[in-house]
T-cell receptor, first 113, second 113 residues
């Protein structure tokens, strides 16, 4: 089991560029989510999904899109990057069975110039 | 809205000392509370999860307690070691809605050899 994987590890974008942060899990988890972590603030929820084809907004969804076409993958799209989106992004997953523990990926560090 | 606070923001202790990290939350209607460890530049590793009906959980040198009515949790680390140096985050899941977590800003622990 690789657990939760994220790519890329680090990315630099210019304002206005678009990109997709990839997240995949091999634990057959139904629930997946994206958080961002900024200095001095707790992790904040961007979007989440309770299963393939189902997504919903979290606390800070503006500027981000998601889709969930398979159980394994949950990509996060930045449509037009802004400096305010400079952050570290974490993907997480949780299964419906086997407990409540949430598993996090290693993160993607994004710098928007 | 659920607010999660962790005090202190940073803590330095000599090796071998026992220590307590604090977490408080404003809405006592939680489903569970989870403690995570985050090493610099890394993702989050789950340490302990306490269901709302439980008072404490133990894993090795770690003991987490939960007092839901007062909105508090503590993480007790016995006989601290330099390898315990990391940032410790607590997160609560609300009783209603999806599996979304509300995070505190963390306590950065340094254990001095």
């Amino acid at each position: 089991n690789a657990g939760v994987t994220q790519t890329p590890k680090f990315q630099v974008l210019k304002t206005g560029q678009s990109m997709t942060l990839q997240c995949a899990q091999d634990m057959n988890h139904e629930y997946m989510s994206w958080y961002r972590q900024d200095p001095g603030m707790g992790l904040r929820l961007i979007h989440y999904s309770v299963g393939a084809g189902i997504t919903d907004q979290g606390e800070v969804p503006n500027g981000y899109n998601v889709s969930r076409s398979t159980t394994e993958d949950f990509p996060l799209r930045l449509l037009s990057a802004a400096p305010s989106q400079t952050s570290v992004y974490f993907c997480a997953s949780k299964g419906d069975r086997g407990g409540e523990t949430q598993y996090f990926g290693p993160g993607t560090r994004l710098l928007v110039l | 809205k659920q607010e999660v606070t962790q005090i202190p923001a940073a803590l330095s202790v000599p090796e071998g000392e026992n220590l307590v990290l604090n977490c408080s939350f404003t809405d006592s209607a939680i489903y569970n509370l989870q403690w995570f460890r985050q090493d610099p530049g890394k993702g989050l590793t789950s340490l302990l999860l306490i269901q709302s009906s439980q008072r404490e959980q133990t894993s090795g040198r770690l003991n987490a307690s939960l007092d839901k009515s007062s909105g508090r949790s503590t993480l007790y680390i016995a006989a601290s070691q330099p390898g315990d140096s990391a940032t410790y985050l607590c997160a609560v899941r609300r009783y209603t809605g999806a599996n979304n977590l509300f995070f505190g800003t963390g306590t950065r622990l340094t254990v001095i050899p």
